[in-house]
C-alpha cells in the first residue's frame, strides 16, 4: 500500500483562545489535505491540542477547576473553530490521551535504555512563562528578560533532573541538512538553524519536580515529563507508534510539518534528534510560515491584541479568511493583518472578478441558451492550455506550499475571462454569428466548471454554492468540456457587497 502523504500543524497549547495565528496554521494544512483529496491521493492530516504544563496548571487554578476540565474545555473549543471553518483533519490528538501518554513514556524509556537520556542536576535562569531554562548569557543579553518573551527572569531554579543528549547529534544533524536540502523550509529560515547547530548543542532537560500536570517520568517517581519533548511526539503517538506498527507505517514519515517560526527550532533541530535516537525516519519537511502583525506588532496574549476568526467572519464568510490568508502573503512571509485588506480582496478578487463571472455567465446562459449549455460548441484552446498549466504546476506548488502562487495563476484565468467576455461581446454575436457565441458559451462554462473544482481547497463551501450553480459536482479538476445541454441552475449572488 502507498505511504499516505502526511501534515501535520503545530499541536495548540491550551492556555488561551485559539486566535488567527492558529487558524492560519490549521487552514493552510487543511488546503494540502483537500488539495490531494481532490487530486484521488490519501492524506493524512492531523491536528490537536498540547495540555501540560505549568501555564495550564495555572490557568485552570485561577479559574478554580481541574486542570482536565479546563484542557477539555479548550479542545471542544477548537473542534468546534475547526468545524466552523471548515477543516477535514483526519485525527485530533490530546496530549492527555492515554494513547499518548504511554508512547511518551515508552520513547522516554526506550532513549534512556539507549543511554541518550541520562540524570544530572540543572541549575539555571527559567522563565515561568515560556517553561524554559535558558542560559545566563542569552538572559544577559535579553537584559535580564526572557529572551522568548520578554518576561523579567525572577527565578534560578536548581534541580536533579534527567537530560537528553542532544549534543551528541550535531554532526548527525548537520549531516541530515546538507543531505535534504528540502527539509528546512523555506529556505530563508535554514541559516538561523544551520547557525545554531554548528555553534554547537547543549543538553537538553526533560523532566521537572514538583509539578504534576505532566506525565510522570517512567523512571522515577515525583518527576513530570518536559512538556516540549512530550508535546513532539503527538506526530507519531497519533498515528500508532509504537502499538500500532502497520498503520505507523502506512503514514509515517511525516511529508510536512507546518509550524510557526518561533517553533521552528524545536522542530528541526530537537524533534530530528529525537527520531535519530529512536532510530525513526526523519520527516520531508518542517516549513516555518510567519506571523499576522496587528499595527505592526504580533499578536500575544500578553500585548491583548488578538483577533479570533470569529470576530472577522461576523461580517466575512469563513471561506474569506481562508482566501485572504492564502493569497495575501507568500506562505512562509510575515504579513499585515489588517480589515481594510481584507475588505479589498474580498471586493476586488472575490466579488468583482470571480463572483461577477458567474453571474454574467449565468445570465447569458438564460438569456441566449433557455439556462442550459449549448449543444455544440468548441472551447476556445488558449483557456484549455491556460487550465493545464493550472493544474501541472499547482500540483508542484502545493508540495512547498505555494498557495499565493496557486491563486495568482487561478486569478490569472479569471480575470482573462472576464476580458473574453469583453472582447468577445456575446450580446452582438447572438444576430451576428450564431455558433461563434456557442463557442464562447462553451468555453465560458468550461472555465467556470474548472474554478468550481480548483477553488475547492481554498474556498470549500464557496465552490459548494458554484458547483449548485453549475448544476455540477466538484471533482477532480480537469481541463475539460462542459457537458452539452446540460441546465445550468445559477443562483444567488456568491460574494454579496453591501451598497
Ligand atoms: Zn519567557
Known sequence: MAKKYYITTPIYYANSRLHIGHAYSTIACDVVK??????????FFLTGMDEHGEKIFLSAKEKNIQPQEWVDRMAEDAKKLWKFLNISYDD???TTEPRHEKTVQYIFKKIAQKGD????????PYCV?????FTEAQVRDAGGNCP?????????KREEAYFFRLSKYQTKLLKFYEENPDFLMPK???????DTVKSGLRDLCLTRQNLEWGIPNPLEEGMTIYVWFDALINYVSAIGYPCNLEKFNEIWPADCHV??????HFHTVIWPAMLMALDLELPKMVFGHGWWTIKSEKMSKSKG????????CEKYHPDVLRYFFMREVPFGQDGAFTEQRISERYTSDLANSLGNLFRRVETMCVKYFDGRSPCSGKVNEKFLKKMEKIIQEGEKQILTLKFSRILEGIWEIIDETNAYIEQEKPWTLKKENPQKLQDVMETLLTVLNFLKDVLYPFLPEKSKEMSQHLGFEISKPQARNFPFNKKVPGGEVLFPVEK
Open 117 to 124: 537520556i541520562y540524570k544530572g542536576v540543572y541549575s539555571g
Open 148 to 156: 522568548d518573551c520578554g518576561r523579567p527572569i525572577t527565578e534560578i
Open 188 to 194: 530563508d529560515k535554514a541559516n538561523k538553524t544551520l
Open 34 to 43: 483537500k488539495w490531494h483529496t481532490l487530486f484521488g491521493r490519501e492524506c
Open 129 to 133: 512563562s515560556c517553561e524554559s531554562y
Open 259 to 264: 509550524v510557526g517560526k518561533e517553533i521552528f
Open 92 to 94: 485530533f490528538i490530546r
Open 305 to 312: 491584541n488578538i483577533i479570533t476568526p470569529y470576530e472577522i
